[in-house]
């Protein structure tokens, strides 16, 4: 077989990154058909490294961490996003070793509180979007860091009682259109970074408990579109459905608020399943009503039985051995996390709550 150049080197190499680009699931296929090309389009198979200890990211990121000492520099940077977890393969110092080297990094992703040791790392990159507790991270600077000067969307996933403060750092941030918040925060904190952040085009506040999102309603609903409500979910998962071309919260919540800028919509937002459809209404006072309706026990069994399979308590997950259950909270059902909300495809429930998504506007 003939593998000499037929094109210039140039333009045969934009060729082959494209067809990568275009269609992964080329890309062992297109690794073989000559040194050169091998060269040029390895690295496009790690544009997402995600340190994990499940099966299906382990293999990928164990061949990408034997290649970090026999690479040149270049092969680091086609990595764009990355997920960091707690991993006894590889100790934490390993993970900030390797993120060092990605310095066009787009994306970061962590479920570990990471250390100050790591700002100076975040600052040498151009990051754009960032989830991740930030209350070991921070230093004098806070969010004026310019490590996060760049950055555009960013989930705060410090509990609430760790991080008003934090919360109040944010209109510090020049590049800052999409915040999302872990747990609730009360209304004046609300209103203040709507008002404050000069460039914010979404706000969403994750809740995880149906009592607290009762209490913080009863306060009065924000009166500002681009404000939304979703339930809690594991940050990676986040992650993983953007990987796989699926829609991320952060385009959930921008379909939502684009909606209610056109009037399409009666200012509740219903999902109990991300992975499905919105549906969509408004109205500032019967979207209160309808929210704390909702939030009523006789409610949520019927839309949980209906809508969502319920797995047996105590079931084991056939996929990861550990256990997955529903438990009730007085007012709402939850499923417990599922091995750390990696998934469980026996029961299918991801670890998500089964409760709505909502808006208050």
């Not at 829609?247 to 959930?252: A, C, L, T």
């Amino acid at each position: 077989m003939n593998t000499d150049p037929m094109f210039p080197p140039e333009l045969e190499r934009r060729i082959f990154e494209t067809a990568a680009s275009s269609y992964p699931g080329a890309l062992p296929i297109l690794l073989r058909v000559a040194r050169r090309v091998l060269i040029w389009i390895e690295p496009l198979l790690y544009r997402v490294v995600i340190f994990s200890r499940d099966n299906g990211h382990f293999e990928r990121v164990s061949a990408f961490m034997s290649k970090r000492n026999s690479r040149p520099p270049e092969f680091f940077h086609a990595v764009r996003e990355m997920i960091l977890h707690r991993s006894g393969h590889w100790p934490l110092e390993v993970q900030r070793d390797v993120l060092a080297r990605c310095t066009q990094l787009v994306g970061l992703c962590s479920t570990i509180s990471l250390g100050p040791t790591f700002l100076p790392v975040l600052g040498t990159m151009h990051l754009r979007q960032l989830s991740i507790p930030l209350g070991n991270l921070l230093d004098d600077q806070g969010l004026a860091h310019p490590a996060f000067a760049s950055i555009t969307h960013i989930y705060i996933r410090d509990h609430p009682y760790e991080t008003d403060d934090i919360c109040t750092q944010t209109p510090s941030m020049p590049a800052l259109t999409h915040l999302s918040l872990n747990h609730a925060r009360s209304a004046d904190v609300i209103r203040m970074l709507l008002a404050e952040c000069a460039k914010l085009e979404v706000l969403i506040v994750h809740f995880v408990f149906a009592a607290a999102f009762a209490e913080w309603a009863q306060a009065g609903p924000i009166d500002d579109e681009r404000f939304v409500c979703m339930p809690h979910t594991h940050c990676s998962m986040d992650w993983h459905t953007a990987v796989v071309g699926l829609p991320h919260p952060w385009s959930r919540a921008e379909d939502f608020v684009a909606a209610k800028r056109r009037k399409d919509v009666d200012g509740r937002l219903r999902d109990v399943d991300l992975r499905e459809p919105m549906h969509l209404l408004r109205a500032p006072l019967i979207a209160s009503a309808l929210v704390l309706a909702s939030l009523m026990p006789a409610a949520l069994a019927s839309v949980s039985s209906s809508s969502v399979p319920l797995p047996a308590r105590s079931q084991e997950c056939a996929d990861h051995g550990e256990y997955c259950g529903v438990t009730h909270d007085g007012e709402l059902f939850t499923y417990r996390e599922c091995c750390s909300g990696r998934g469980c495809k026996a029961h299918d429930h991801f670890g998500r709550y089964a409760t709505d998504v909502v808006s208050v506007v």
